[in-house]
């Protein structure tokens, strides 16, 4: 009988020893420079799916200061989120979820253009009015919700902020 009592013993201080363990792990990748994103999203997807998708982020185009006064706010909705854990949530949405240029458009951008990929898709390129036409008329075959009355609001806001450097 001791002998079981003896095992579990020795089973829970082992796994409280991991677990302390893997917890400094993540303490001293969360202190360098290179997986900041990485374990961003994983706070983001801890944090912040639980109540909601990821759909009303993907929706948002903010800064530093935006995304810390959604943060404030989505705590005091009842979002967990470890104190320390906050500026790497922030960092990562940044990254990801950062400013747009103001403009006519913008809106319907972050709307329509979110619903299949995420933005950084539409970030990374840059095209004339003519290559960006084209893109929209692809999107539109995939099934992109783009009516024809935003069509040129779009298009004329794309061409303007993201064109050839
Ligand atoms: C306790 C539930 C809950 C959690 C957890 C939560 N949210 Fe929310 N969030 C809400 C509710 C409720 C709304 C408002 C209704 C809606 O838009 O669905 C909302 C809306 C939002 C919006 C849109 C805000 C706006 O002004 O339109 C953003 C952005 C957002 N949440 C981000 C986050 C982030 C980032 C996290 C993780 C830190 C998070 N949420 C975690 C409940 C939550
Ligand atoms: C109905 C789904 C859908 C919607 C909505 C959508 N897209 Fe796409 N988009 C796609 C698919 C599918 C691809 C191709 C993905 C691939 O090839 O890997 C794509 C790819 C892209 C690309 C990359 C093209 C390339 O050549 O690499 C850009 C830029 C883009 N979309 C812009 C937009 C913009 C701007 C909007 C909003 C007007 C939008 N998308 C809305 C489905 C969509």
Redesign the pocket.
């Known amino acids: 009988m001791s002998w079981l009592i003896l095992s579990l013993l020795f089973v829970a201080t082992t796994i409280s020893y991991l677990d302390g363990t893997k917890g400094l792990g993540i303490a001293l990748a969360a202190g360098q420079e290179a997986p900041k994103a990485e374990r961003g999203e994983q706070i983001q997807n801890a944090s912040c799916t639980t109540c909601h998708d990821r759909r009303p982020i993907d929706r948002q185009a903010l800064d530093e200061a935006g995304w810390m006064k959604v943060m404030a706010s989505e705590i005091e909705k009842g979002a967990k989120v470890e104190k320390d854990d906050v500026p790497v949530l922030v960092a990562y949405l940044v990254k990801n979820h950062g400013p747009l240029p103001d403009g006519p458009g913008k809106e319907?951008?972050l709307n329509?253009?979110?619903?299949?990929?995420d933005l950084q898709?539409?970030r990374?390129?840059r095209?004339s009015a003519e290559g960006?036409a084209e893109?929209?008329d692809?999107?539109l075959n995939?099934?992109?919700?783009?009516s024809a009355q935003?069509f040129p609001v779009?298009l004329r806001y794309?061409a303007r902020n993201f064109r050839p450097e």
């Open positions: 319907i951008v329509i253009c979110t619903r299949c990929h898709r539409v990374r390129q095209s960006w893109i929209l692809t999107m995939e099934g992109a919700p783009l935003d779009v794309l």
